[in-house]
C-alpha cells in the first residue's frame, strides 16, 4: 500500500554471547566478517530499493538479536544507502534496538554518530529476581547505568517492561512502573508475560513449577498499567504501547497502519507491493541466497485482497485511533461489507464503535480485543 513513507527493517542475528531468545546462537558477533556481512545487507537493500523507486522513506529499525553491537560503521553504510536509494523525509526516524549493559552502552556515542537517533532499550524489569528468572544477562544497576547513557546521546529513548509475571501482586508492579516513568522516557513498551509453546517457560508450566496471573488479575495490572502511563501523560496508543502525544514509533505505526515495509537481512519480514516477503532465517544460508541472487529472499507471495483486508484491520484495530474502512476498501478493492459484519458491530456498542469510515474498540473493548475481532472482521486468517 502505497500512499505514505516506506519503513525499512533491517535485522541483525548475531548475539554477543549465547541468548535464552536467539534463534542463532552459535553466531557469535566475533565471529562475523564484517565486510562481508555489510556487502550482503547493501546488496539486500538495492534489491528493495529497485523494486520501490521514488518512495519517501520515513523509518529505518534496526532489530534482531543484539543490534547494538553491529559495528556503527555498517550502520552508517544502511542508512546512507537507504537515504541514497529513497527521499528521506526530514524528521525520518532511525531506531536501534539495544540491551542495557555496560558494554553496548559504550557504543552510544558511535552509534548515534552514524545516524541513529531513536533507542529502544529492552530493560524488561525493574526488579533483579525478575531479570534472573526472564534470563536476562544484566542487573537493574547495569540497566539504569545504560539508560543514562541513552538518555545522554539519543534524541527519543524507548523502553520496554514484561508484566504479569509469576506471583506479581498488583501493589509491586504499580510501584515499578511508577518508577519506571519517573525515568521521562518518551515511550513505553510494556508487555504481558505469555507462555509460548516450545519455550522454557512452557515447560515450566506445564510441570506445575510456573503459574502467571489468571486472567482476573492480569486484566487488574492491566487496567493500572494503562491508567498510570495516562495519568503520566504517556497514554496507550496501542494495545502495549504508550507514549506522550507526537513521539509514537513511527516504524512500528507503520506496520499497525498496513503501510509497506521493506525487510532486509536474515529472517526480515517485509510487505510490499501487495505481496508479502521472508528472508532466510539461517545467516549462512541468507549470505548464500544474496551472492547467488542479490537478494536474501526465501518466500515472496502475492497476497489476495481478501487476506490484505484482514491484516490490515487485524493490526489496526490495536491501535486507539482505530481503522480507516474506506481507506482499507479503496486499497484492497473489496466493498465496505466484506471487510467487517455491520451487525456484530451494532451488538457490541461499548466495545466497539464505528463513526463514519472509523471503526475503533473503546477502552472497555481492548480488554476483550482477541474475542471481539473474529466476531467483526470477515476475512481469512492472517499468514504466519
Not at 558477533?29 to 528493495?48: F, P
Not at 544497576?141 to 545504560?146: F, Q, R, S, T, V
Not at 508484566?163 to 510501584?175: F, I, M, N, T
Request: aromatic content about 6%.
Amino acid at each position: 500500500m502505497t500512499d505514505s513513507a516506506l519503513a525499512l527493517y533491517v535485522h541483525w542475528p548475531f548475539c554477543v554471547s549465547k541468548c535464552p531468545y536467539c534463534d542463532f546462537n552459535s553466531h557469535v558477533r566475533e565471529s562475523v566478517d564484517q565486510a562481508a556481512w555489510r556487502a550482503a545487507l547493501l546488496a539486500d537493500l538495492a534489491h528493495e530499493a529497485a523494486l520501490l523507486p521514488g518512495r519517501r522513506l520515513g523509518s529505518i529499525f534496526f532489530g534482531g538479536g543484539t543490534p547494538s553491537l553491529m559495528p556503527p560503521a555498517t550502520v552508517a553504510a544502511v542508512i546512507d544507502a537507504a537515504t541514497a536509494a529513497w527521499t528521506p523525509l526530514p524528521d525520518l526516524e532511525v531506531t536501534l534496538e539495544a540491551n542495557p549493559s555496560s558494554v553496548e552502552a559504550a557504543r552510544f556515542a558511535d552509534l548515534a554518530a552514524a545516524g541513529v537517533n531513536r533507542v529502544s532499550l529492552g530493560l524488561q524489569a525493574l526488579d533483579d529476581a525478575a531479570l534472573r528468572f526472564l534470563g536476562r544477562a544484566h542487573d537493574v544497576m547495569e540497566a539504569l547505568g545504560a539508560l543514562d547513557v541513552a538518555q545522554a546521546r539519543f534524541a527519543r529513548v524507548s523502553t520496554d517492561l514484561i508484566y504479569a509475571r509469576p506471583a506479581q501482586r498488583l501493589d509491586a508492579w504499580v510501584a515499578e512502573l511508577t518508577r519506571a516513568l519517573a525515568f521521562g522516557t518518551e515511550h513505553l513498551s510494556l508487555y504481558q508475560l505469555t507462555i509460548e509453546p516450545g519455550t522454557r517457560f512452557a515447560t515450566e508450566a506445564a510441570a506445575g513449577r510456573l503459574q502467571i496471573p489468571d486472567g482476573d488479575a492480569a486484566a487488574d495490572l492491566f487496567e493500572a498499567t494503562r491508567a498510570l502511563t495516562a495519568a503520566a501523560g504517556l497514554p496507550a496508543y496501542e494495545v502495549s504501547n504508550h507514549a506522550r502525544p507526537g513521539a509514537e514509533s513511527r516504524h512500528n505505526l507503520a506496520y499497525w497502519r498496513y503501510r509497506d515495509y521493506a525487510g532486509i537481512g536474515p529472517g526480515a519480514h517485509g510487505r510490499r507491493l501487495a505481496s508479502a516477503t521472508q528472508r532466510h532465517r539461517k545467516p549462512e544460508n541468507w549470505l548464500g541466497a544474496v551472492a547467488r541472487n542479490r537478494h536474501g529472499i526465501v518466500v515472496e507471495e502475492p497476497l489476495a485482497p481478501s487476506l490484505r483486508a484482514s491484516e490490515a484491520l487485524l493490526m489496526g484495530l490495536r491501535l486507539a485511533e482505530g481503522v480507516d474502512l474506506a481507506w482499507i476498501a479503496r486499497e484492497t478493492g473489496l466493498p465496505r461489507d466484506a471487510l467487517v459484519d455491520a451487525g456484530a458491530i451494532a451488538a457490541l456498542p461499548e466495545l466497539i464503535v464505528l463513526e463514519g469510515d472509523r471503526l475503533r474498540v473503546t477502552e472497555a473493548g481492548i480488554l476483550l480485543l482477541d474475542s471481539i475481532l473474529p466476531r467483526v472482521v470477515r476475512a481469512e486468517p492472517v499468514l504466519a
